[in-house]
C-alpha cells in the first residue's frame, strides 16, 4: 500500500506543483488585481457595494434575463424597453447557475460570474504559454499588454466579455488536437459556450476544420469525423437560442429583428472599407474634444470619440502584424503558422462584424469589442514570435531594432494604462464608455 500512495504523492507534486505554480496562480492573482484596480474607483468600502453599485447599461438586461426569463411584448419602441431577445443566453444562464449553487442575490451573481470566467480566460491564456513554451519574459510582457488593454475592466464587471473570452480560448485550446473523445468533448462543450454567449461564436465554430488543412496531421475519417462532432456541439449553442425564439414566441430572427431597434440601419458590411468610417480623424474639433482632459471626465459623449478611434487603430494593427507574419512564412523564416491562421481569422471576424453592426450607430462600442480582438491577436503574435528565426536581421541592425521595440512597447504600455484609468473611472461614475 505504501509505494502506490508515494507513488502518487510524487506523480501530484510533479504535475499538480507546476500546474498551481504556473498556471492557477497568475492567473488569479491578475485576476484579483483586475478586481483591485476597479474598487480603487468606487467611493464604497465593501465588495458587494463596490459591484452592486456599477450595474449599469447591458448589465440591468442580463439581470432582468437572469431573474424573469426571456419576453417579448413587440416591435414598437415601448414594447422593446419590455423585450429582451436582444441578447444572448449564456451569461444569465451562468449567472443564474452561479447565483443559485453560491446561494446569493443575482445583481451580485452578475459579479461573481464574470470574475470567475475572468479566472478561467486567464488559465487558458497561460495554458497556450506553456504549451508552446514560452519565456517568462515574454509571458509577462503578452500577459501586461492585455492586462492593461483600455477596456479590460469589462472582464471583470457585469458584462459576457469574461464568458465570451473563456469560452473562446477554452475551444481554440482543445481543438487543437482532437486526438481522443475527451478533447473532443471539452472543445465542443467550450464552442458551445461561447456561441451561447455571442452570435460572434457562431462563425468562430467553423475555425476547426482549419485544422485539417495541417499536412503534419492524417486528415482521416475519424479526424473529420471528431472535428464535424466539434463544430456541430459549437454551433448548438447560438441556434438553439434561434430555435428556442422560434418554439416560444414563433420568430427565429428575433434577435437580430430586435437589434435592428438599436440603430437607423441594418450593418453596414463594407464599413471598414468606406471614407466616412475615418473622415472625423481629419477634424480638429474631434482631436481637441478627445484630448480634452473636462471631456474625458465630464463629457458622455467623450466615450463614442474614443470608441471610433479604436476602428483604425485595430485595423491597423491587423494589417501590421499579419503581415509581418505573412512575410516571415514568405522568406522560410516562420514556423508553424497554421496553428495561428485560426487566431488570424477569429480577431478578423471579430472586428469586422463589430465594425459592420456598429457603423450605424458610429462605433460607438468599438472600445469594447475590439478587446477579444487585441487578446486574441497577441496570442498570435506570441506563437509567431515564438516560432519564426529573426537570424535574418542584419547584426548591426539588431541593436536599433531592439531599442525601437523597447520604446514602442513602452509607449503602447503608458497609453494603454492611462485609457484604461480613464475610461475604468468614467464606468465607475457610470459615464458612456462602450
Given at each position: ?39 480603487l ?7 458587494v ?19 424573469r ?23 444569465p ?14 445583481e ?9 470566467f ?130 416560444r414566441?414563433g ?10 431597434y ?120 506570441v ?7 529573426f ?32 475610461l ?11
Amino acid at each position: 500500500m505504501s509505494f502506490p500512495l508515494s507513488h502518487l504523492l510524487q506523480r501530484g507534486r510533479q504535475y499538480l506543483a507546476p500546474f498551481l505554480g504556473q498556471i492557477l496562480l497568475p492567473s488569479l492573482a491578475l485576476t484579483v488585481l483586475q478586481i483591485f484596480m476597479i474598487s480603487l474607483w468606487s467611493e464604497e468600502s465593501d465588495y458587494v457595494s463596490i459591484f452592486k453599485g456599477l450595474t449599469q447599461w447591458d448589465s440591468h438586461w442580463y439581470l432582468g434575463i437572469t431573474r424573469r426569463g426571456y419576453q417579448f411584448v413587440g416591435f414598437d419602441k415601448i414594447a422593446y424597453e419590455q423585450s429582451n431577445v436582444a441578447f444572448f443566453p449564456g451569461y444569465p444562464l451562468a449567472v443564474a447557475g452561479i447565483s443559485r449553487l453560491l446561494r446569493v442575490d443575482p445583481e451580485l451573481g452578475l459579479y461573481l460570474t464574470a470574475q470567475l470566467f475572468c479566472w478561467l480566460m486567464w488559465v487558458y491564456l497561460f495554458l497556450f504559454y506553456r504549451r508552446w513554451q514560452v519565456s517568462p519574459l515574454w509571458q509577462i510582457l503578452a500577459s501586461l499588454i492585455i492586462f492593461i488593454y483600455p477596456t479590460s475592466f469589462y472582464l471583470c464587471v457585469g458584462y459576457s466579455e469574461s464568458l465570451f473570452m473563456a469560452s473562446l480560448l477554452g475551444f481554440f485550446y482543445w481543438s487543437v488536437y482532437l486526438d481522443s473523445p475527451r478533447r473532443m468533448l471539452l472543445a465542443g462543450i467550450h464552442g458551445l459556450a461561447m456561441s451561447a454567449t455571442r452570435i460572434l461564436g457562431l462563425p468562430l465554430a467553423l475555425i476547426p476544420f482549419l485544422n485539417l488543412l495541417n499536412p503534419v496531421k492524417r486528415a482521416g475519417f475519424r479526424c473529420w469525423f471528431w472535428t464535424g462532432i466539434v463544430v456541430s456541439l459549437a454551433l448548438l449553442g447560438g441556434l438553439g437560442f434561434f430555435l428556442y425564439c422560434q418554439l416560444r414566441f414563433g420568430r427565429w430572427d428575433l434577435y437580430m429583428e430586435m437589434q435592428s431597434y438599436l440603430g437607423p440601419s441594418s450593418p453596414n458590411y463594407l464599413a471598414i472599407l468606406q471614407a466616412h468610417t475615418y473622415t472625423h480623424l481629419f477634424s480638429p474639433g474631434y482631436w481637441q474634444s478627445l484630448f480634452s482632459s473636462s471631456a474625458a471626465l465630464r463629457d458622455g459623449g467623450w466615450g463614442i470619440s474614443a470608441s471610433q478611434l479604436f476602428v483604425p487603430l485595430t485595423l491597423g494593427s491587423l494589417l501590421v502584424t499579419d503581415l509581418m507574419d505573412a512575410a516571415g512564412v514568405m522568406v522560410g523564416k516562420s514556423q508553424c503558422w497554421r496553428e495561428r491562421l485560426g487566431f488570424h481569422l477569429a480577431a478578423w471576424a471579430m472586428f469586422y462584424i463589430a465594425a459592420a453592426a456598429m457603423s450605424s450607430l458610429g462605433q460607438r462600442s468599438m472600445s469594447r469589442y475590439c478587446l477579444p480582438v487585441h487578446i486574441v491577436q497577441v496570442l498570435a503574435l506570441v506563437h509567431w514570435a515564438k516560432h519564426t528565426d529573426f537570424s535574418f536581421i542584419p547584426q548591426r541592425m539588431r541593436p536599433y531594432l531592439g531599442v525601437a521595440l523597447k520604446l514602442g512597447y513602452g509607449l503602447l504600455a503608458f497609453i494603454f494604462f492611462a485609457l484604461n484609468q480613464i475610461l475604468t473611472w468614467r464606468y465607475a461614475q457610470h459615464l458612456w464608455v462602450a
